[in-house]
């Protein structure tokens, strides 16, 4: 994988992880999400 590639995922994984952080907790429950979830599922919207 190329740096570039590195980078964009890596800021990809960021961006989500931040996203799903700024939400409630009521907001991530009304989305079937827990806190403990949120580092997988940035991981797998990164890919």
Do not use: C, H, K, V
């Not at 939400?23 to 991530?28: V, Y």
Request: aromatic share 6%.
């Amino acid at each position: 994988m190329s740096l570039a590639r590195s980078f964009q995922t890596w800021r990809q994984y960021r961006n989500t992880a931040a996203e799903l952080n700024r939400l409630s907790q009521r907001e991530l429950a009304d989305l079937g999400i827990s806190r403990s979830e949120i580092p997988a599922l940035a991981r797998q919207s990164a890919r």
